[in-house]
């Protein structure tokens, strides 16, 4: 029986990107599939010259026909392979520091994963498995998880859209252990509760981290905006940073409902708190209309472009919310504006927000430019990961 495993041959100049260890394999690459590989399954991945380029796992569903595990010929793809990746992807992130128990322990294709998220809060590890190679080894990743981090229980998050560009069904549900009501977290001294079975993504934006300690450092004595606050980390970080009034926006009842009860388990002053279920876009008016002014406002809306094809009416979005928002801004007042659109890139989120100011007749300046906290590093091969980019502004 011939077990060679099968190969995917590119078209002729195809295998640049391969070279530049950039691990998608796009369908418009590939020349042909020789053998007969299920979805996947690992494919050696061939110039037109049949020189190696990568150990990729396969996908006939998608456009992204292939995504590279290793680029090194003496690799096999297999048990031990996939474990002294992931060892090597909490490794270097070290233990969290400060008394916090909350990271990410894997970030997909920028930690040799392609596919694979895994974040860690405290006790419990939420997954995302969102490539089929990564789907291929899913009875490999929760055991791996909790024996290499100790983690009682590993719970499935699978509920996303970027799977069905995979072909694969959205799937949820505990993989090892119990997951019983939310897990307690710490995050620069405050406790969140998350809700790992029904919150948004994997059930907390660990990628703010940093910029939430910001958002903390400024708020003293601060009238605070935070618009589309989710289950409040901004909220919590400027009420412990002493903040004199935080006003809270989102249009989901549960992630306000969260909030709140964050502030109660941290025995902050929920006076100081206030709670509006309201859309940012009309809500920023009529602050306006009221003649508001706050002293630091964050804007941390969802992705506003998915894809490309999204980005001129994304860009129309986040011009609104920031001029309004630039607007509101009492003298010296602090803005802090982020996009997780990937498609949006650093640049043009800067123009765009540098038209806003235009628009609104205000002088601000660049006091920073913000990203996403180290456990969300991106491989410098793989651009595409850059989803994260803010900017830190302050009224003259
Ligand atoms: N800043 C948060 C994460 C924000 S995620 C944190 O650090 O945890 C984006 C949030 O925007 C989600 O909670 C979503 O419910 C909310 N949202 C989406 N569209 C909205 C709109 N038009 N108005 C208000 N909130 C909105």
Redesign the pocket.
């Known amino acids: 029986m011939n077990t060679r495993p099968a190969r995917l041959v590119l078209k002729p100049g195809r295998e640049k990107s391969l070279r530049h260890r950039h691990p998608w394999i796009f369908s418009g690459a590939v020349e042909s599939v020789e053998g007969d590989p299920a979805k996947g399954d690992t494919v050696t991945v061939i110039g037109k010259d049949g020189a190696f380029l990568a150990w990729a796992a396969y996908c006939p569903d998608s456009q992204i026909r292939a995504r590279a595990w290793s680029f090194d010929a003496k690799d096999t793809i297999d048990e031990a392979f996939l474990r002294s990746r992931l060892k090597a992807s909490i490794d270097r992130r070290g233990a969290p520091s400060g008394g916090d128990d909350a990271m990410r322990l894997a970030h997909g294709e920028s930690d040799g994963l392609p596919g694979l998220i895994a974040d860690r809060y405290g006790d419990t590890i939420v997954v995302q498995i969102l490539s089929a190679g990564a789907e291929k080894w899913r009875t490999l990743w929760a055991p791996l998880l909790a024996d290499l981090t100790g983690a009682k229980a590993v719970y499935e998050r699978s509920d996303v859209e970027v799977r069905v560009l995979e072909g694969l069904p959205p799937r949820t549900g505990a993989l090892l252990g119990e997951v019983k009501g939310p897990a307690r977290i710490r995050e620069a001294g405050i406790a969140y509760d998350v809700d790992v079975v029904g919150g ?2 994997t059930g ?2 660990l ?2 981290r940093d ?2 300690a910001l958002a903390g450092s400024l708020a003293s004595g601060r009238d605070v905006l ?9 909220t919590l970080s400027a009420l412990k940073g002493g903040a004199k009034h935080v006003m809270s ?4 009842d549960e ?1 306000l409902a969260l909030g709140r009860h964050n502030v109660e388990i941290n025995s902050l002053d929920g006076s100081r708190a206030e709670w509006l279920a ?4 009309s ?1 920023l008016r009529k602050f306006r209309d009221q003649n508001r002014k706050f002293g630091l406002i ?1 804007l ?3 992705k506003f472009a998915p894809t490309e094809k999204h980005v001129a009416n994304a860009a129309r979005a986040y011009k609104d919310i920031n001029l309004w928002a630039m607007k509101l801004l009492a003298p010296g007042g602090h803005l802090l504006t ?1 996009s ?1 659109s990937g498609a949006v890139s650093a640049d043009l989120f800067q123009k765009i927000v540098a038209g806003a100011a235009a628009d609104a007749r205000v002088d601000l300046q660049v006091r920073g430019h913000l990203g996403p906290s180290a456990d969300h590093a991106v491989s410098i091969h793989f651009p595409e990961g850059e989803y994260l980019k803010g900017l830190w502004l302050q009224a003259s």
């Open positions: 948004q993504k907390f934006y990628d703010q910029n939430r935070n618009a589309f606050c989710y289950t409040g980390g901004f926006l989102d249009t989901s992630a309201a859309d940012v876009f809500q964050v941390d809306p969802p982020f997780c």
